[in-house]
Each structure stands twice: as C-alpha cells, then as structure tokens.
C-alpha cells in the first residue's frame, strides 16, 4: 500500500465538493448519505483496493464494485468521472434532461454494475457474482457498500447467511454505519446494534473501523486478496451521515436533499472550514 | 403421448441440457422433486439450494447471469413470484438480466393446500411488467420444449407450470415460439383458453357438440400475447370466450379485451375465471369441488358457454 494518506485526504475534500456542488446545481441529491462515504470510497478507488480499468469498465478481470445504498449514487457519479469513467462534465447534467443519470443508481453508466436505489438488492446480487467467480475459480474481488437502514431488509440476512455457508471468502461487505435513517437516528427506531454480533453470527469475519480514517480502512483491507479464511469478511465503518460539513450532519432533515440558498452557502463555508482546520 | 408431470417433462430435458454446459444453474428455493434427484446427484456444483428465501433466490441469481450463468429458479410458483416481487421488478424487468423462473403450482392445482398455496393473481403481475415472459403450461410436451427454449432466452421467462398430469395435446414437432396454437379449428367462435383450462375447454366442446354447439379453442399459452397471430386467426370470429383458472382483472380475458378493442375487432367477448367478489376459497375435495365455488365447473363452464353462443 504505497498510497500517501494525506494525498487521500486530499481527495476525500476534493470529492466532497465535486459532490456538494452537483447536488447544489442539481437541487437534488442525497448529499449526506454521499458524505458519510467518501473516505470509504476514496481507500477502495485511490487507495489501492480495487482493480478497475476505466477504459474497459467491463474488463473480465475488474474487481466488482456493487454499490448497494444506491441512494449514494452522488459519491459514486462523481468518483467515476474522477477517476477518468466518463467526462467529468457530465456531472453538470446531474438529474438535468440531457444528462445521462439521475438520483438513483443506474447500471448503464460506465464503471457502474447495477441498478440501485430500491434497498437490499446490491448485496445479494454480489454475493451472486462472487459466488459466480468461484465456480468459474476466477481471482478477482466482489467489494459491496451497504447503507446502516438497508440492514433492515430482510434479504440482506438472507444473503448473509447464504454467503457464509458458501465460503464467498472473495466478497467484501462495507456497512456504512452512520446511525441515520430517513426520519431518525437508527437505535430509536429499530436498534440495529450490536451489529457486529449480528454479522458475526451469521458467519462472517467481522472488522469494526473508523469510516473516516482512509489509514484505518487501508489497513483493515491490505491483505484482502489473501485471506487464510473461508468466511466472507465485513467492514462495520463507523461514519457520521454528512460528515464534512457540520451544518448537515446529524439531523434526519437532511436525509434526501441538497441544500439550497443560504443552505448551500453555510455547506460551502463549512465544508471549507473543515478543510482548514486539518 | 408419454403423459408425465410437466414438471418431470421441464427438469428431464434441463438435465440434459445442464449435462452439457456447466454454465447451467439451478437455484432451488429448498424445493425438490423426482426428477431433480439425478440433477443434484450426478451435476451437484450446477445445483443451488438457497434455501426458503425467494428474495436471496433472485438476488444469487441475478449476480450469477451477470457472471455468465444461465440460471433456472425454482419454486412453488405464488413464492417465486409474489414473495421476490420487488427483486424480478429491478433485476429482471429494470436491468433485464435474463433468468428462467420456474413457479410450480399454477392456479389451484396445489388443491386442498388451500389459497396460500393456490396462484391467481401471477399472470396479471408478471404480465404487467416489461421484458417479462410467461409460458403457461399447457402439457408435458410443451413443458419440455420450452425448456429447451430457455436455454437461449435473452429476457426474463416464467415458466407457470401446472401439478396435475394432463393427456398431452401437443406433437414435440410444435414450434412453440408462436405463443398460441388452434387446438380445435373453429369458425366464428372461439374458446380462448391457458394453461389448465385447454384441457378444461377440450372437454366442454365435446359435451357441447352433442347439443349441436360448434366451437373451436385456441390456447394462449405465451405472454404477452401473440397480437400477430390472434388478429389473423380470428378473421371473421364473432364470439369469443376467454376461460381461465386466475382472477379476472388483468389475466388472459383483459388480454384478449385489450386486443379486441385496440384493434376495433368486431368480436364480443365473454370472460370466464374468477371474481374477485368471490375471494379465496377455502373448500376442499379436490380442484373440481373449488371450481364449483368459483363458478368454473364443467357444469358452469356448459351452461356460461351455451349460453353465451347461443344468445
């Protein structure tokens, strides 16, 4: 892992505009459920994880990465076109007329594998793919980032249990646990901890990490492609939703939304005092 | 005719086909049968078994069609259907990965196990979405050549085959990819039937015959339905019957009203199946004894028919 953890910072301020600024210009978006993200995406695609090759999105050998809390497309839209996918330029047209994809995540875009939007569906499908590879002993990786409320739907334990007894030792789950849903905060609603138990038990190596510190996820993954068990292995990351921009963390009101008038300009200003204060 | 289960008649071939390409997989949803013994026995790496999780049966599915499999789901068909609803919307039907889905039980043919188990709402769901085809089994025959057929299938098919063993009506030389045959020629009316009630219609015309009443039947066994070919074999039909074992709104009669009326046909039709006014039905017998709560027995089918043609 030679990657320069500041240089990846960086990047995660970076990204976090590109994705506030979209969001702003689209008046649309689920801004926070993106931030809660960023550090989570920018190990997995700056950081050395995973295996991609933006000139051939459907290169055979590409690590597959499933985002299955599609209602992060944002993030992804905007790694993607980062990291060289498509022209960047399409994230002008974010959810515009003439653009190319919308609120949700749409499996056409190039560097996108699935449709996603509706919740409990990504990791299911990639327990499938990975499932597929080893039938067919292929050695790429299945990476899958799960929203903390998706694991409210009944399929994704399920496919938990299914992916434990098959031994998908090549599929990676990402909990993005930061503990707001659409209306509260996920222990008031239904408790969802102790999650790690949860996971645990259905036969999963389990990893509780910082979802901020890209150093702590970097670790956590560096030797992914040789791992001695046969278990699936699950990243409970522990996020703020928003995080990055104070004046929409924590508050449900954001769930869904981009802030507009002097919203967007307290979220600009934050998101640069934040950059600042590091 | 060889008369066995269509179910038997779908796996046999399925067997042979998964015999030659490893790419076949079936999922089973824990659902067995006699004929999936040798499957799992002699090809156990192409066999997987979920367990009772129809949404997890989708899901592994999906993934594995975008890995390249040809994939087969199979379980009793109101579960693979209704229960994994919202995954055949977003993976099928939205994405269109392609999969055979294969839903035993059609209409009340699990009997006395009663409406957990019967299915009379799947032909109006799975037909009401895009890049979604429905097979209706008719006969053991046709069980086998569509499953044939799937092997090369580029969107989504379900498969609704029924429990109880019907003589065959159909010759292996059929090409079923026309979705609808003339079973009994007829000349300006028409019983327009699916799946079950072919063999239903078959012998309602016999009985109706020795009253002097000449009807001829055309199975609808393919959704969407074959416009194509029902425009040119209903030229000059006046009167059409529709008789279907499944709820009325929006199956095989809602079909065929669709038909006749974007094309300004000048056919009057009279829908037989079930009302939703008479709800589920928990009698017991036999599938004859439910007929009779729903108003489909043979002899409501003679009076509904006899009257109708003769009006």
């Not at chain 2, 006749?260 to 829908?271: A, H, Q, W």
């Amino acid at each position: 892992m030679t990657a320069d953890i500041s240089s990846l910072k960086n990047k995660s301020y970076e990204l976090r505009k590109m994705v506030l600024d979209m969001c702003i210009k689209a008046e649309t978006g689920h801004v926070t459920s993106s931030l809660s993200s960023v550090d989570i995406m920018v190990a997995l695609y700056y950081g050395g994880i995973l295996k991609y090759d933006t000139e051939n999105p459907h290169w055979a050998d590409r690590d597959r990465f499933i985002l299955s809390k599609g209602q992060a497309s944002p993030l992804l839209y905007t790694v993607l076109a980062d990291a060289g996918f498509f022209d960047p330029s399409e994230l002008d047209r974010f959810a515009q007329r003439d653009g190319i994809f919308g609120v949700h995540l749409q499996w056409d875009v190039p560097g996108v594998e699935l449709t996603s939007g509706s919740l409990g569906h990504g990791f299911g499908v990639a327990a499938g793919i990975a499932l597929g590879a080893m039938m067919d002993k292929d050695l790429f990786m299945v990476f899958t980032l799960l929203g903390d409320g998706e694991c409210y739907e009944g399929s994704i334990w399920e496919t938990a249990m299914f992916a434990a007894h098959n031994n998908l030792n090549n599929l990676v789950a990402i909990v993005d646990r930061n503990y707001l849903c659409v209306t509260d905060f996920t222990e008031n609603i239904v408790a969802l901890e102790p999650m790690e138990d949860k996971w645990r038990a259905c036969g999963w190596n389990v990893k509780r990490v910082n979802g901020h510190s890209i150093k702590d996820i970097l670790e956590a993954l560096a030797f992914v492609r040789s791992r001695r068990s046969h278990k699936p292995l699950v990243l409970i990351a522990d996020t703020v939703k928003g995080e990055g921009i104070d004046c929409l963390t924590n508050d449900p009101i954001w769930h869904g939304q981009a802030p507009k008038g002097k919203d967007a300009e307290a979220a600009r200003v934050c998101l640069l005092m934040r950059q600042n204060d590091e | 005719m060889n008369n066995i289960a269509q179910r038997d008649a779908f796996w046999n071939r399925i067997y042979d086909i998964a015999a030659q390409d490893r790419n076949v997989i079936l999922i089973s949803a824990d659902m067995g049968a006699p004929s999936l013994d040798k499957y799992r026995k002699d090809l156990p790496a192409q066999f997987v078994n979920v367990g009772i999780a129809e949404q997890n049966a989708v899901l592994i599915g999906s993934g594995l069609a975008l890995k390249g499999k040809k994939v087969y789901l199979y379980a009793i068909a109101p579960f693979i259907t209704l229960r994994c609803l919202e995954q055949i919307r977003v993976e099928c039907s939205i994405m269109n990965i392609p999969m055979t889905i294969v839903g035993v039980g059609a209409g009340m043919s699990y009997q006395d196990s009663g409406p957990t188990h019967h299915v009379l709402e799947d032909i109006t769901i799975m037909r009401s979405m895009p890049n979604i085809t429905i097979h209706n089994i008719t006969d053991s025959v046709m069980a086998s050549e569509v499953a044939g057929m799937s092997y090369n299938i580029k969107n989504t098919t379900y498969v609704r085959i029924d429990r109880e063993v019907f003589p065959d009506i159909y010759s292996p030389d059929t090409d079923f990819r026309t979705g609808a045959a003339v079973v009994k020629k007829g000349e300006d009316c028409y019983l327009l039937t699916t799946g079950c009630m072919t063999h239903a219609a078959l012998h309602a015309v016999k009985r109706l015959e020795q009253k002097n009443i000449h009807v001829g039947i055309i199975d609808i066994y393919t959704f969407p339905i074959n416009e194509e070919f029902l425009l040119e074999t209903l030229k000059g039909a006046r009167k059409v019957v529709s008789i279907e074992e499944h709820f009325l709104p929006g199956a095989l009669g809602s079909a065929v009203g669709e038909l006749i009326l974007d094309n300004d046909m000048p056919i009057k039709l009279k829908r037989l199946g079930i009302r939703h006014a008479k709800g589920f039905c928990y009698k017991y017998g036999g599938r004859e004894t439910i007929r009779e709560f729903y108003g489909l027995d043979r002899e409501s089918l003679d009076r509904e028919i006899e009257l109708f043609l003769t009006d």
